[in-house]
């Protein structure tokens, strides 16, 4: 499975911005993670294969939505009211199981991350 993360960029706080994660192929439970500069890679949202289990960090519930369309193969992450402390580098990863997981080293697959600024 090959994953496409797009849609980040350049916003200010308080903004909203959508990325898509498009899989070449059947991408079970799948993830989103981040990494900013000088920081580990963290858990931000996860999904399983129906879109009926998610989870998600602490620091983006009730801000962040991830939900997915399996007949367009792309799983989405909607952050809405960003914050400077969301800005990195947001990579999706999917499982060859169907359950969720925070887990880093639970992902098989990996995508090539797109890069989100959120300016103050």
């Not at 994953?3 to 993830?31: E, F, H, I, M, P």
């Not at 989103?32 to 999904?47: L, M, N, S, T």
């Not at 939505?65 to 400077?84: G, Q």
């Amino acid at each position: 499975v090959q994953l496409q993360a797009s849609g980040g960029g350049l916003v200010q706080v308080g903004d909203s911005l959508r990325l898509s994660c498009a899989a070449s192929g059947r991408a079970y439970a799948v993830g989103w993670f981040r990494q900013a500069p000088g920081k580990d890679r963290e858990f931000v949202a996860a999904i399983n294969w129906t879109g009926h289990s998610t989870t998600y960090a602490d620091s983006v519930k009730g801000r962040f939505t991830i939900s997915r369309d399996n007949n367009k193969n792309t799983v989405y992450l909607r952050m809405n009211s960003l914050k400077t402390e969301d800005t990195g580098v947001y990579y999706c990863a999917a499982r060859r199981v169907t359950s969720i997981t925070s887990s880093i080293s639970r992902y098989n697959y990996w995508g090539q991350g797109t890069q989100v600024t959120v300016s103050s």
